[in-house]
T-cell receptor, first 114, second 110 residues
Framework: EPEVTQTPSHQVTQMGQEVILRCVPI?????FYWYRQILGQKVEFLVS????????KSEIFDDQFSVERPDGSNFTLKIRSTKLEDSAMYFC????????????FGSGTRLTVV | SQQGEEDPQALSIQEGENATMNCSYK?????LQWYRQNSGRGLVHLIL?????REKHSGRLRVTLDTSKKSSSLLITASRAADTASYFC??????????FGTGTRLQVFP
């Protein structure tokens, strides 16, 4: 069964450093997403991406965050200057038909900012 | 309350029993989805029910949707120890994002 692949599975970074989280969505999917889950809390929407542009973003997704689909297969989330409160599990997801089918989520990247 | 609140927060049952989890939401939706999350792992899509559907089945899962009450329930029949996980509802409210509920932690004892 097709999977969404995320790397790395765990990243530890110092406060103020830039991190890039990587995702390979399912190849024929057109809609891509990033969500995050702070330990013990809800899964929160960050950003959606379609047709090579952001289609929607949350209040969390401020100027420190950016997304890119550089080569038609990878989908990345960059945090320019990490804060302690960015520590969370970050999930990438993709979907083939907006609103008509469920999302396929990756297994996540656990980001720890120290 | 926020979009996508679930109850109970935690549920413990014996293998073979049925488990019912409820989800309430506040806005008009396009569809409602249920996901499962094993501890520290990713989210697995279980089932999607559209706003014009009232009930849907998938294996041992039964989902109902009552749009007049803005609520949904997930029933897992004949539970197994392997069903132990957190279960989340998520609503697609005609936007390009899912809003997740608070989740129900299900523990199934062998």
């Amino acid at each position: 069964e097709p999977e969404v692949t995320q790397t790395p599975s765990h990243q530890v970074t110092q406060m103020g450093q830039e991190v890039i989280l990587r995702c390979v969505p399912i190849s024929n999917h057109l809609y891509f997403y990033w969500y995050r889950q702070i330990l013990g809390q809800k899964v929160e929407f960050l950003v959606s991406f379609y047709n090579n542009e952001i289609s929607e973003k949350s209040e969390i997704f401020d100027d420190q965050f950016s997304v890119e689909r550089p080569d038609g297969s990878n989908f990345t989330l960059k945090i320019r200057s990490t804060k302690l409160e960015d520590s969370a599990m970050y999930f990438c997801a993709s979907s083939d038909r907006k609103g008509l089918s469920g999302y396929t989520f990756g297994s996540g990247t656990r980001l720890t900012v120290v | 309350s926020q979009q996508g609140e679930e109850d109970p927060q935690a549920l413990s049952i014996q293998e073979g029993e049925n488990a019912t989890m409820n989800c309430s939401y506040k806005t008009s939706i396009n569809n409602l989805q249920w996901y499962r999350q094993n501890s520290g792992r990713g989210l697995v899509h279980l089932i999607l029910i559209r706003s014009n559907e009232r009930e849907k089945h998938s294996g041992r899962l039964r989902v109902t949707l009552d749009t007049s009450k803005k609520s949904s329930s997930l029933l897992i029949t004949a539970s197994r120890a392997a069903d132990t996980a957190s279960y989340f509802c998520a609503t697609d409210a005609h936007t390009d994002k899912l809003i997740f509920g608070t989740g129900t932690r299900l523990q199934v004892f062998p």
